[in-house]
T-cell receptor, first 117, second 111 residues
Framework: GAVVSQHPSWVICKSGTSVKIECRSL??????MFWYRQFPKQSLMLMAT?????????EQGVEKDKFLINHASLTLSTLTVTSAHPEDSSFYIC?????????????FGPGTRLTVT | GQNIDQPTEMTATEGAIVQINCTYQ??????LFWYQQHAGEAPTFLSY????GLEEKGRFSSFLSRSKGYSYLLLKELQMKDSASYLC????????????FGSGTQLTVLP
């Protein structure tokens, strides 16, 4: 089946530093990847839609200069949290959708737990 | 915009049947998904409905009524491992087909 990996699985960083999270589709090509954030006991909130070779589309209220997304290849998207603050501490999950137009599923990565101290 | 409602918590007994409801109001609809999520893990796909009716998949079934903006997930023969959060998600129309998730229903299965 389709597998999506994320790295790192968890990270602790100091306030003011930047953190990069990678999302890879291991056995399929993903023209579109999605980045979500999930706070404790809350649902997934879509942050942005990442398309290979073009700029990401951010949801309303998400700062594009703070959450930098790069989708440089059909199997890799990265999310960089710049100048992280404690309120950015959250569970970040990516998902990838195969390039086949008729594919309806998104395949989720295992998530990255970010803690900003 | 999109508004998706589901109960916050439900409790059921091992071996029983439980129905988790989801109502939605969307400006564009292109299918409804149900996911299971255990704490600290990524969601796993359970079902997908785009047409009205019931989709059955082993112990799990999902129903959709587009005219009523209503779906439910039916879990039969509950097991302890079914204790998890169940997320209803609506897929938007458009080329990117993003998902908008409901707040999730935390199901606790008791022995």
């Amino acid at each position: 089946g389709a597998v999506v990996s994320q790295h790192p699985s968890w990270v602790i960083c100091k306030s003011g530093t930047s953190v990069k999270i990678e999302c890879r589709s291991l056995d399929f090509q993903a023209t579109t990847m999605f980045w979500y954030r999930q706070f404790p006991k809350q649902s997934l909130m879509l942050m942005a839609t990442s398309n290979e070779g073009s700029k990401a589309t951010y949801e309303q209220g998400v700062e594009k200069d703070k959450f930098l997304i790069n989708h440089a290849s059909l199997t890799l998207s990265t999310l960089t949290v710049t100048s992280a603050h404690p309120e950015d501490s959250s569970f970040y999950i990516c998902s990838a959708r195969p390039g086949d137009y008729y594919s309806y599923e998104q395949y989720f990565g295992p998530g990255t737990r970010l803690t900003v101290t | 915009g999109q508004n998706i409602d589901q109960p916050t918590e439900m409790t059921a007994t091992e071996g029983a049947i439980v129905q988790i409801n989801c109502t939605y109001q969307t400006s564009g609809f292109n299918g409804l998904f149900w996911y299971q999520q255990h704490a600290g893990e990524a969601p796993t796909f359970l079902s997908y409905n785009v047409l009205d009716g019931l989709e059955e998949k082993g112990r799990f079934s999902s129903f959709l009524s587009r005219s009523k903006g209503y779906s439910y997930l039916l879990l039969k023969e509950l097991q302890m491992k079914d204790s998890a959060s169940y997320l209803c998600a609506v897929r938007r129309s458009g080329s990117a087909r993003q998902l908008t998730f409901g707040s999730g229903t935390q199901l606790t299965v008791l022995p």
